[in-house]
T-cell receptor, first 113, second 116 residues
């Protein structure tokens, strides 16, 4: 988990509310990612960003939004349009080199009440 | 499109016995392959990767994996299992070709249970 911080660790949201999950890295990595983890489904890519001020949709971007204003930060907003937001959210980062591997933060568990 | 299959939801092994967690992949080009481990309510920890070269890759905590191109497999192995190896294991792939650092594609994970 070293070098990538996510906050909060646990988050509770009422239906209809937007919430923002924080992700910060001090590894000087170029790329950052958001994954969603559900039991039995593995990890699915929500959004990724290869450089500042640019990001691309992953496999399940609907109902989510991101920004990348700084190299170190890649916050994820879960909007009210996301129909089933309860999940474990993992932020990750990587160097530009495709063989470098991806390193993960400790995760945020979001529960919709 | 690339994909990863982990055919076993759960693997049970007695402590001290060898263990194998299976992974097969599909990519259009040459693969970069990775194994990660996850403990409850934690992020994923990197175990090992295959980029090129020797088909047998050694990683953290005594784990190793064997790349088999003809069978498109990358099975994770350990000669002698420990109870502390009990966790959720993920195999992941990234296509060698293409530009930029897009994300890894993950399998659904395999629960490894080591029985004392």
């Amino acid at each position: 988990d070293g070098g990538i911080t996510q906050s909060p660790k646990y988050l509770f949201r009422k239906e209809g509310q937007n919430v923002t999950l924080s992700c910060e890295q001090n590894l000087n990595h170029d790329a950052m990612y958001w994954y969603r983890q559900d039991p039995g489904q593995g990890l699915r890519l929500i959004y990724y960003s290869q450089i500042v001020n640019d990001f691309q949709k992953g496999d399940i971007a609907e109902g989510y939004s991101v920004s990348r204003e700084k190299k170190e930060s890649f916050p994820l907003t879960v909007t009210s349009a996301q129909k089933n937001p309860t999940a474990f959210y993992l932020c990750a980062s990587s160097m530009w080199d495709r063989g470098y591997g991806v390193f993960f933060g400790p995760g945020t568990r979001l529960t919709v009440l | 499109a690339q994909s990863v299959a982990q055919p076993e939801d759960q693997v049970n092994v007695a402590e001290g016995n060898p263990l194998t967690v299976k992974c097969t992949y599909s990519v259009s080009g040459n693969p970069y392959l990775f194994w990660y481990v996850q403990y409850p309510n934690r992020g994923l920890q990197f175990l090992l990767k295959y980029i090129t070269g020797d088909n047998l890759v050694k990683g953290s905590y005594g784990f190793e994996a064997e790349f088999n191109k003809s069978q498109t497999s990358f099975h994770l192995k350990k000669p002698s299992a420990l109870v502390s190896d009990s966790a959720l294991y993920f195999c992941a792939v990234r296509d060698y070709s293409g530009g930029g650092a897009d994300g890894l594609t993950f399998g659904k994970g395999t629960h490894l249970i080591i029985q004392p």
